[in-house]
């Protein structure tokens, strides 16, 4: 089946704008993620998402970054008054959640520069 | 505080040797221990993963080992092919906890030459 579908693969945006990510998690699986990966490093852990749960906001970096999911589906990002320090990869994965297992499929990634 | 340190940065093996990137863990709730692989442009993929109640794992050319009581893992890679030149990424999550959200180490980029 088709895999995680992220949109769009690059955006570059200017300092203060706004900008919409999107994630399309693979069909059937409840639990949604949101990673950040800066240039050369490891990934870092920003939202996650769980069925109708409250999601678990604890790895936003700032009241600027937010998401949404609508039930079991598309998840957006968005983050506003970009700065530069934003410019990373972000990464969606999803996977089965508490049904298990707990492998996490990721997407190819939308890759943010801010000028 | 980084609770996944991974080593070494970088790596160069030849055709046909053994890769061995190593992590280790400071968190004692982690349970889930899996390996990724991630080509430049993509996203990262699913290598092989283990749990702390074996000590190894062996899936084709790639073998994880485990070490509780040091809190220690590696991935080894087998026969190394020029097409496993990429960045691999251990990575740890606590499957009791409220999410799996996976703890990463910082990467290994192996190259490995013909």
């Known amino acids: 089946g088709a895999g995680v579908s992220q949109s769009p693969s690059n955006k570059v945006t200017e300092k203060g704008k706004d900008v919409e990510l999107r994630c399309d998690p693979i069909?059937?699986?409840?639990?949604l993620y949101w990673y950040r990966q800066r240039l050369g490093q490891g990934l870092e852990f920003l939202i996650y998402?769980?069925?109708?749960?409250?999601?678990?906001k604890s790895g936003l970096p700032s009241d600027r970054f937010s998401a949404e999911r609508t039930g079991e589906s598309v998840s957006t990002l968005t983050i506003q008054r970009t700065q530069q320090e934003d410019s990373a990869v972000y990464l969606c994965a999803s996977s089965l959640g508490r049904a298990g297992p707990y492998e996490q499929y990721f997407g190819p990634g939308t890759r943010l520069t801010v000028t | 505080q980084q609770q996944v340190k991974q080593s070494p940065q970088s790596l160069i093996v030849q055709k046909g040797g053994i890769s061995i990137i190593n992590c280790a863990y400071e968190?004692?709730?982690?349970?889930?221990f899996p390996w990724y692989q991630q080509f430049p442009g993509k996203g990262p993929a699913l290598l092989i993963a283990?749990?702390?109640?074996?000590s190894e794992k062996k899936e084709g050319r790639f073998t994880i080992s485990f070490n509780k009581s040091a809190k220690q893992f590696s991935l080894h890679i087998m026969d190394s092919q020029p097409g496993d030149s990429a960045t691999y990424f251990c990575?740890?999550?606590?499957?009791?906890?409220?999410?799996?959200?996976?703890?990463f180490g910082k990467g290994t980029l192996l190259t490995v030459n013909p």
């Open positions: 968190n004692t709730a982690f349970d889930y």
């Open positions: 283990i749990r702390p109640d074996v």
């Open positions: 990575a740890a999550s606590n499957s009791g906890g409220s999410n799996y959200k996976l703890t």
């Open positions: 998402f769980q069925g109708n749960s409250a999601p678990d």
């Open positions: 069909s059937g699986h409840t639990a």
